[in-house]
């Protein structure tokens, strides 16, 4: 026999009435649920230069599933090990230049692809996945570039591009190099009156509108070469015109107010990329946005660590001083992940769920190690696309590293058939 319990419920005794505390069991939580909309879906792509000590940051072949051992590269992360899984076996098959592994890490592309041309990209996963799951927000996403901005292309170990993002047109999306100005991206209003900022509104749109008529007049009569050429320009103009209305829709709205202190200018190196970590989450909770890509630094991080060895000289390391360090760089860089799983996980969401549980991570390096390109290094972790968590996964040799970005953007809600060389998902993962 059913009975209707109503939220303000009493027991009876002696002829009193006491009120029962609010519990989840008789219905508090349900009512609560029903005034919560659902919790949106976060992704965080971290992508570092140089590769991994491969003797002592990949678990043992052997052991695959929930019974596998990290490595020592990996040990920091002991505490999350159910809450993360390691996958050995994927492979960009363009990439084939050892220091061009972030140009290419969340395209797939073939640099070579266009007859006649030395470079072509395409569109980066975490652009695929802001255009779907960040469009309410301010920001549809945010590059971050470790490191000083003038050593990025010879001392960090990543490549040509601006972040590790790409656009439709794969053209590279330009990245915020240090906390202090992401922080003032988020969370600094607008010195300028609204007045005046509508007016540069009204004049950029003024501007591509001529633009875009005097294209279209050119586009007769071009040879197929030039009109290839037109096109990616006029897909450039249509990523400005994105941007464009995204300004105007939140150009009356307040910034949020800053859950963390401002950061100090010029941090680099090892605390540099805590405070990118610490503002990605206080990013999350504001709901600034909902896509992070980090291209991390490599040559300050290791000056921060006290290393006297270079970077470059670091990942073609031997047995002795190179390796060891190496391997420090390895231990730090897990600690410093597993502090921001920490910070995910310790903010609480409306329903009572966290932060973690609604953020995908992806970790890792289009490098294993030296000039060796398969076998990337990857980590993933967070619930937010649904996959299996707690396991060391080996997946089939050459298995494309696309194959898991498209099972990532599948699981967070994006409708993709197939993202750069891709071949399906990766079912083990699902």
């Excluded at 920091?76 to 061009?100: C, E, F, M």
């Excluded at 972040?163 to 240090?178: E, F, N, Q, T, Y």
């Excluded at 900022?197 to 009569?221: E, F, N, Y």
Aim: contains cysteine; proline residues 5%; charged residues 20%.
């Amino acid at each position: 026999m059913k009975t209707h319990v109503s939220r303000r419920n009493f027991l009876r005794a002696a002829g009193s009435l006491i009120a029962l505390p609010a519990l989840e069991s008789i219905g508090f939580r349900a009512f609560a649920a029903e005034k919560i909309l659902p919790r949106p879906k976060r992704m965080i792509f971290l992508g570092f230069g140089f590769g991994v000590t491969q003797e002592t940051w990949f678990p043992d072949l052997a052991r695959v599933g929930t019974d596998y051992v990290l490595p020592e590269g990996l040990a920091p992360l002991a505490r999350h090990q159910r809450d993360i899984t390691v996958i050995q076996g994927l492979t960009n098959k363009y990439s084939q230049d050892a220091h061009w592994g972030s140009t290419f890490w969340l395209t797939g592309a073939n640099r070579f692809a266009e007859p006649g041309q030395s470079f072509h990209n395409t569109i980066s996963a975490d652009q695929v996945a802001a255009a779907t799951i960040s469009q309410d927000t301010r920001f549809s996403s945010i590059q971050l570039n470790g490191g000083d901005p003038d050593l990025v292309a010879h001392h960090q170990g990543h490549g040509p591009g601006l972040s590790l993002a790409w656009d439709a047109g794969g053209k590279p999306v330009a990245g915020i190099d240090s906390p202090a100005l992401l922080f003032h991206r988020l969370y600094s209003e607008e010195t300028m009156p609204l007045a005046q900022r509508q007016a540069l509104i009204a004049q950029d749109r003024s501007v591509l509108d001529a633009v875009l008529s005097d294209a279209k007049q050119l586009q007769r009569g071009l040879t197929k070469s030039d009109n290839d050429k037109l096109n990616e320009y006029f897909q450039s103009i249509r990523e400005i015109e994105i941007r464009i209305a995204k300004d105007e829709q939140w150009l009356g709205i307040p910034k949020p107010k800053a859950p963390i202190a401002e950061p100090p200018s010029k941090m680099r190196g090892k605390e540099e990329v805590k405070l990118m970590y610490d503002l990605m989450v206080a990013a999350f909770q504001t709901d600034s946005t909902r896509v992070f890509t980090y291209r991390q630094p490599s040559e300050e991080f290791l000056k921060s660590l006290g290393a006297k060895v270079a970077i470059h000289d670091m990942s073609h390391y031997a047995p002795g001083e190179r390796m060891e360090v190496s391997q420090l760089r390895d231990r730090t860089q897990s600690e410093l992940f597993a502090g921001l799983i920490d910070q995910l996980k310790a903010i609480r969401e409306p329903d009572g769920s966290s932060l973690f549980d609604h953020t995908c991570i992806a970790y890792g390096s289009n490098l294993r190690n030296v000039h060796t390109l398969d076998n990337c290094p990857t980590v993933i972790a967070g619930g937010a696309a649904g996959v299996k968590l707690g396991h060391h996964l080996v997946v089939h040799k050459q298995t494309p590293l696309c194959n898991l970005w498209l099972t990532l953007l599948r699981g967070v809600g994006v409708e993709a058939e197939r993202h750069g060389d891709s071949s399906g998902i990766i079912k083990e993962l699902v």
